[in-house]
């Protein structure tokens, strides 16, 4: 698979991910419906200028719709409170963030 394959593929997942309609992405990132369907089915690629559109629409790095690398863009203050918390309470904080992830799909 080349890399214009999964970029079209990671750009419908993510898209998927974040509740958006083919409609409203294209909308966001500036480019026809039909235009987003071709990169997601993996028959057109897209432009610098389109793939930051795209990444800054749905929250995520150029690097993961280019390569799979990391998903998203995190805010940093997020970061921050996160490496705040000590060993100990680690596990609380990541079932904390699972179960907020389940309630956030309905």
Do not use: W
């Not at 790095?61 to 100990?88: H, N, P």
């Amino acid at each position: 698979m080349d890399n214009n394959t999964n970029a079209g593929s990671r750009v419908r997942y993510a898209r998927e991910l974040n509740h958006f309609t083919r409609d409203e992405l294209a909308e966001y990132a500036g480019i026809s419906t039909k235009f987003l369907y071709e990169i997601e089915n993996n028959h057109k690629g897209m432009s610098a200028h389109t793939l930051l559109n795209i990444c800054k629409a749905l929250d995520v790095s150029c690097d993961y719709i280019m390569t799979g690398g990391r998903k998203c863009t995190c805010d940093q203050e997020v970061i921050t409170i996160l490496e705040s918390f000590d060993a100990a309470q680690i596990p609380n904080v990541k079932k904390i963030l699972s179960e907020l992830l389940e309630l956030s799909k309905y």
